[in-house]
């Protein structure tokens, strides 16, 4: 599964975020994603995470797997506009 930028992912609690762009981790040269929520926070407005992480399965059953997804975050076709244009 490849990482799409400048699309936008729903994370399985259900909040939705855009891909800015795929970096390599300076020392291991392990791909990691770079996201930002598409709603208000107080704590971060850019993300990181190892892309491996980012495509990991999620139990459906798990109680705070709001979307019943799969994966930890989804491509979410309805908002994957791409904002890069």
């Known amino acids: 599964m490849e990482i799409q930028v400048g699309k936008v992912y729903r994370h399985f609690k ?3 975020y855009y891909i800015q ?3 390599l981790d300076s020392e291991t040269k ?3 994603v770079v996201y ?3 709603y208000e926070r107080q704590d971060s407005k ?3 995470r190892p892309e491996k992480m980012f495509f990991e ?6 109680k705070d797997n709001l979307t019943g997804q ?3 975050f989804e491509l979410y076709e309805e908002l994957s506009k791409d ?3």
């Open 83 to 85: 904002f890069t244009k």
């Open 30 to 32: 392990e791909r990691m």
């Open 14 to 16: 259900g909040n939705y």
């Open 70 to 72: 799969k994966l930890r």
């Open 36 to 38: 930002r929520p598409l």
């Open 21 to 23: 762009e795929v970096a």
């Open 46 to 48: 850019v993300w990181v």
């Open 57 to 62: 399965e999620v139990p459906k059953e798990r």
